[in-house]
């Protein structure tokens, strides 16, 4: 063989190796844009009436393998629902090049914070009732910065090829929030602010204590952070502000920390759960709840061991369950409260609910996803979950590292357990729970079978 022939096949060997190895690198794109409604526009509960130096973030990753992209995104707002939810999904799967059901977008429910529900805004507007809360302008506005963002972060998208996974405990924060009889019914509920003392006193009750992290890395250095965490994330609202509250400071005290990685937050199977064993109301609560979620986050993130990763070890897995609908959900009613201007429906999310409960009747499924890389495993879920799903889940992989996103679509609102809606308490009464005690087992058999997979 001639030398310039060898020297020539050598460089096309060493080319070729070069783009296989390239190629066997996932890539992972980042976007963070600010999510704060304008001064004068409407929160869930309020009108905007000033700042603050914490505003709302989105922020998420773009993961990019063998197959098509998968969207994560988590969102300082208190709900994303029905078909406010399809349209995100819709717009940030066409920004990236991929499908809707590769698409997960995840409220972190705090309470100073937008709703959108772009359903229950028609049927507001064409029964010539304001929409309130459900106007969809500002979301609109947002939406399309959003998909500009997650374009931008697919096209620049960087390899990474480990995978890191941590977890650690989170001292005196999350506490249960539905507080039990000797009956066995729930006899109060300690909500995110309790004042009464012998609330408080109350034991902790079920939780999931663990902050889950998982981190994309290119060798040595973090790309990005994820982490997962079950509560309800409120330590006081109603100012005015729209501000992330202790978990937007968690977040913001970790990305000083370590700087050269996007930190993405995510709330867990949080619906029964609330810092109100550790939690007055006072201001001051909201840095020291911060702080220690935060703390919880640095210990994990010191216990994170790294594994290394291909396109092959990346996969994402979704399942479209249809959830079963309250019996106490009447559209001829609710029609008709609409039309009398009932100021309990109007007040009480009625449009939500009436938007969800056609939907249903429509035939509509919500996708539950999972992200598989390496050994992690990330479910994403709807509604206010009830930590037992949670718990659940981790049980049913103990030879697998499981995380749980929680606040998907938020139109079932809260979703119990079978045996809860039995129980009493806040969170399965008519108006707070829009699915059937039958939900349990719909649900449960989706996490099972992505998990199996």
């Given at each position: 063989?001639?030398?310039?022939?060898?020297?020539?096949?050598?460089?096309?060997?060493?080319?070729?190796?070069?783009?296989?190895?390239?190629?066997?690198?996932?890539?992972?794109?980042?976007?963070?844009?600010?999510?704060?409604?304008?001064?004068?526009?409407?929160?869930?509960?309020?009108?905007?009436?000033?700042?603050?130096?914490?505003?709302?973030?989105?922020?998420?990753?773009?993961?990019?393998?063998?197959?098509?992209?998968?969207?994560?995104?988590?969102?300082?707002?208190?709900?994303?629902?029905?078909?406010?939810?399809?349209?995100?999904?819709?717009?940030?799967?066409?920004?990236?090049?991929?499908?809707?059901?590769?698409?997960?977008?995840?409220?972190?429910?705090?309470?100073?914070?937008?709703?959108?529900?772009?359903?229950?805004?028609?049927?507001?507007?064409?029964?010539?009732?304001?929409?309130?809360?459900?106007?969809?302008?500002?979301?609109?506005?947002?939406?399309?910065?959003?998909?500009?963002?997650?374009?931008?972060?697919?096209?620049?998208?960087?390899?990474?090829?480990?995978?890191?996974?941590?977890?650690?405990?989170?001292?005196?924060?999350?506490?249960?929030?539905?507080?039990?009889?000797?009956?066995?019914?729930?006899?109060?509920?300690?909500?995110?602010?309790?004042?009464?003392?012998?609330?408080?006193?109350?034991?902790?009750?079920?939780?999931?204590?663990?902050?889950?992290?998982?981190?994309?890395?290119?060798?040595?250095?973090?790309?990005?952070?994820?982490?997962?965490?079950?509560?309800?994330?409120?330590?006081?609202?109603?100012?005015?502000?729209?501000?992330?509250?202790?978990?937007?400071?968690?977040?913001?005290?970790?990305?000083?920390?370590?700087?050269?990685?996007?930190?993405?937050?995510?709330?867990?199977?949080?619906?029964?759960?609330?810092?109100?064993?550790?939690?007055?109301?006072?201001?001051?609560?909201?840095?020291?709840?911060?702080?220690?979620?935060?703390?919880?986050?640095?210990?994990?993130?010191?216990?994170?061991?790294?594994?290394?990763?291909?396109?092959?070890?990346?996969?994402?897995?979704?399942?479209?369950?249809?959830?079963?609908?309250?019996?106490?959900?009447?559209?001829?009613?609710?029609?008709?409260?609409?039309?009398?201007?009932?100021?309990?429906?109007?007040?009480?999310?009625?449009?939500?609910?009436?938007?969800?409960?056609?939907?249903?009747?429509?035939?509509?499924?919500?996708?539950?996803?999972?992200?598989?890389?390496?050994?992690?495993?990330?479910?994403?879920?709807?509604?206010?979950?009830?930590?037992?799903?949670?718990?659940?889940?981790?049980?049913?992989?103990?030879?697998l590292f499981v995380a749980m996103a929680a606040y998907g679509d938020y139109g079932p609102y809260y979703i119990g357990t079978t045996v809860a809606y039995t129980e009493g308490g806040y969170e399965t009464e008519p108006r707070s729970s829009n699915v059937a005690p039958e939900v349990e087992p719909v649900l449960m058999g989706a996490i099972r079978r992505l998990l199996r997979d």
């Open positions: 063989m001639f030398p310039r022939t060898r020297s020539l096949l050598l460089c096309l060997f060493w080319s070729w190796m070069v783009a296989v190895t390239l190629l066997a690198q996932p890539r992972v794109g980042l976007f963070d844009i600010d999510a704060s409604p304008p001064v004068g526009s409407r929160m869930a509960y309020d009108p905007v009436t000033n700042v603050w130096d914490l505003g709302l973030r989105a922020r998420g990753v773009v993961v990019l393998g063998g197959d098509r992209p998968v969207v994560l995104c988590a969102l300082d707002w208190i709900g994303i629902a029905n078909e406010g939810h399809d349209e995100f999904r819709r717009r940030l799967a066409a920004a990236a090049g991929t499908t809707m059901d590769r698409v997960a977008v995840h409220a972190l429910h705090q309470h100073d914070a937008p709703e959108c529900d772009f359903g229950a805004e028609v049927i507001l507007r064409e029964a010539g009732v304001s929409p309130w809360n459900y106007d969809g302008t500002f979301a609109r506005e947002f939406l399309g910065r959003l998909s500009n963002a997650v374009a931008r972060a697919t096209a620049e998208a960087r390899p990474f090829n480990q995978v890191g996974t941590g977890q650690a405990e989170v001292r005196e924060v999350a506490s249960n929030r539905r507080i039990f009889g000797p009956d066995g019914k729930v006899r109060a509920v300690r909500y995110t602010t309790t004042t009464d003392p012998a609330l408080r006193a109350e034991p902790e009750g079920l939780i999931d204590p663990m902050v889950s992290l998982v981190s994309f890395w290119k060798d040595d250095r973090p790309v990005a952070v994820l982490s997962y965490y079950a509560t309800h994330p409120q330590s006081y609202y109603r100012t005015g502000v729209a501000n992330p509250d202790f978990p937007g400071i968690a977040r913001f005290l970790r990305q000083i920390a370590v700087p050269e990685a996007l930190h993405v937050h995510f709330n867990g199977a949080g619906g029964n759960l609330g810092a109100g064993k550790y939690n007055d109301g006072s201001p001051g609560n909201r840095r020291l709840l911060g702080e220690r979620l935060a703390d919880g986050m640095r210990r994990a993130w010191e216990a994170t061991r790294r594994e290394p990763v291909t396109t092959n070890d990346l996969r994402w897995r979704s399942e479209a369950v249809a959830l079963p609908v309250s019996r106490h959900l009447d559209e001829e009613r609710m029609v008709a409260q609409l039309k009398g201007r009932d100021a309990g429906f109007l007040t009480a999310n009625g449009a939500g609910r009436l938007a969800w409960l056609r939907r249903a009747k429509a035939g509509h499924r919500i996708d539950v996803g999972c992200l598989s890389l390496g050994k992690a495993r990330v479910l994403h879920l709807p509604g206010e979950l009830f930590v037992e799903y949670q718990l659940a889940a981790k049980a049913e992989r103990k030879d």
